[in-house]
């Protein structure tokens, strides 16, 4: 399967911490998407790193990817209570146009 | 701003009864994305349409499910019957069509409950 794979399945940290979530995947890749979910909500996109950038930062969000290693990370860094959401990668296969494929995610719970 | 619209959010039904649900995209969008999610786990596709033809519906339970997007616009999603098994979150999500670089935009999701 293509699908990816969080680390951890649950993270608890309290506020103004930072968060790491893992991604691992199986196949090559043309981009992988970071989003998060609200409880009971539509997924919403965070950011996309493409198979040929190592680092993409986005506010208080670092990216990361090794394709050696074909695995991402996401860091959240000096989190909220409003961070609270689960997180899921998404690998978009290289040939397979508009495909996305979605790990289980990670949830993750801020304590303020 | 541009929103996914999804109807019904919830909806409870018996099994062996049909249910439908319906996704208007983001106007311009040529490709939509069925997902469904069980709780706990991560967005599954059901059906991909580029404009009103099925790329992908390889995960579609063909004996009970059926997928249409006649225009290439809105789509509907169907169950019947619907079981027990089929609780969960169906998702929709729209992107634009060119190279998969594109972010997908996601609708707020129905819930179903089979009881």
């Known amino acids: 399967s293509q699908q990816g794979e969080e680390d951890p399945q649950a993270l608890s940290i309290q506020e103004g911490e930072n968060a790491t979530m893992n991604c691992s995947y199986k196949t090559s890749i043309n981009n992988l998407q970071w989003y998060r979910q609200n409880s009971g909500r539509g997924l919403v996109h965070l950011i996309l790193?493409?198979?040929?950038?190592r680092e993409k930062h986005s506010g208080r969000l670092r990216v990361t990817l090794d394709t050696s290693k074909k695995s991402s990370s996401l860091l959240i860094t000096a989190s909220r209570a409003a961070d609270t959401a689960s997180y899921f990668c998404a690998t978009v296969a290289r040939g397979n146009f508009n495909k996305f494929y979605f790990g289980s995610g990670t949830k993750l719970n801020v304590k303020p | 701003e541009a929103e996914v619209a999804q109807s019904p959010r919830y909806k409870i039904t018996e099994k062996s009864q049909a249910v439908a649900f319906w996704c208007d995209p983001i106007?311009?969008?040529?490709?939509l994305y069925w997902y469904r999610q069980i709780l706990g786990q991560g967005p599954e596709l059901l059906v991909q349409f580029q404009d009103e033809s099925v790329v992908d519906d390889s995960q579609l339970p063909k004996d009970r499910f059926s997928a249409e997007r006649l225009k290439g616009v809105d789509s509907t999603l169907k169950i019947q019957p619907a079981e027990l098994g089929d609780s969960a979150m169906y998702l929709c999500a729209s992107s634009s069509s060119g190279p998969s670089y594109n972010e997908q935009f996601f609708g707020p999701g129905t819930r179903l409950t089979v009881l």
């Open positions: 106007s311009g969008h040529a490709t």
């Open positions: 790193i493409r198979s040929n950038e």
